[in-house]
């Protein structure tokens, strides 16, 4: 069997264009405009990468974007006043502080600080909770993009094996809990799984999300599984240039996977995407309206 490649670039595209209707279709019925509030604290080259594109579709999409750029020495008090300020802003609906903050921050306690409505990133405790529960949350925008790509190419996921490998809060546990809404039966495994490859093995639906590059092989792979790699890795390739594989060897898998997200091209640009649909989301909810069908859990 050679996969289906899922293609996550056009699959994000589409999201993206889909929260442009609604916002478009919010200005012109209602006179409100989503805006999101992203915070960046300190240099950290890939973190400046992320806001810049962030910033980017937010505007391209119609919403207003808020960029609060810090030092690296910002002290809590600080940081806790300005997310005090955009809890209070009822022109942002949204806000996301950039992890990882320098280290003397407590981000545990910052995110923690922030509106759970306006918590695009769904990792606030409330948050947490609802998820876990069962009930209306924000949703963290990896595994929201994940289950889309899964509802689009499965349908129903009830009964199906899943396997989440990589036991992360912002990934991982989030992940199993969206498959188990969906009623899917749902191992987590990780680092001390025994006989991961049997594990692996029973899976009809693999989500790998380890940061350990091409970790997966073909031969742990289910004929006919649909495999979703979160990984992003960046690896030296031969020619001594470096290259960006995922937590999946994707030709093996390839070979014997149903469907697989590719690396790059995959996963990846759906975690924005969804950031601008949670985005939407808590301002329609903030408006008391519901949140259009397709871009929630
Ligand atoms: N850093 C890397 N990924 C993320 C993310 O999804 N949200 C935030 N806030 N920071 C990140």
Redesign the pocket.
């Known amino acids: 069997m050679t996969a289906q490649m899922i293609d996550g670039k056009a699959f994000a595209a589409n999201v993206r264009a889909q929260v442009a209707q609604h916002v478009a279709a919010l200005k012109a019925d209602k006179g409100i405009t989503p805006g999101l509030a992203v915070v960046l604290v300190g240099e950290d080259p890939a973190s400046q990468v ?1 806001v810049r594109s962030k910033g980017k579709q937010t505007v391209e999409v119609g919403m207003n974007s808020y960029e609060h750029r810090l030092p690296a020495d910002t002290d809590a008090a600080t940081l806790m006043q300005l997310i005090a300020d955009l809890n209070a802003d009822a022109a942002v609906h949204g806000i ?4 990882p903050l320098p280290k003397h921050l407590d981000e545990d306690a910052v995110i923690n600080a922030i509106d759970p409505a306006k918590d695009v ?1 769904g990792f606030h405790i409330s948050n947490v909770g609802l998820l876990g529960t069962g009930q209306k949350s924000m949703v963290p ?2 595994p929201l993009g994940c289950l889309m790509m899964l509802r689009d190419h499965l349908g129903d996921l009830s009964g199906m094996n899943a396997v989440v490998i990589g036991r992360s809060n ?1 990934v991982g546990k989030p992940m199993a809990q969206l498959l188990l809404n969906d009623s899917c039966t749902v191992t987590i495994a990780h680092s001390r799984t025994k006989d991961l490859p049997e594990v692996v093995r029973r899976a009809d639906i693999v989500v790998a999300a380890v940061g350990r590059p091409q970790m997966v092989p073909g031969d742990w792979i289910k004929p006919g599984a649909t495999v979703i790699d979160v990984g992003i890795n960046r690896i030296e390739a031969e020619d001594g240039k470096t290259r960006l594989v995922g937590d999946c060897d994707t030709d093996s898998c390839a070979a014997v996977a149903g469907a697989i997200t590719p690396v790059p091209g995959g996963v990846g640009p759906m ?1 924005i995407a969804c950031l601008l649909a949670n985005t939407l989301t808590a301002c329609c909810r903030a408006n008391g309206l519901e949140a259009p069908e397709g871009l929630t859990a």
């Open positions: 992320y996301l502080v950039q992890l990133d925008c990896t912002i975690t």
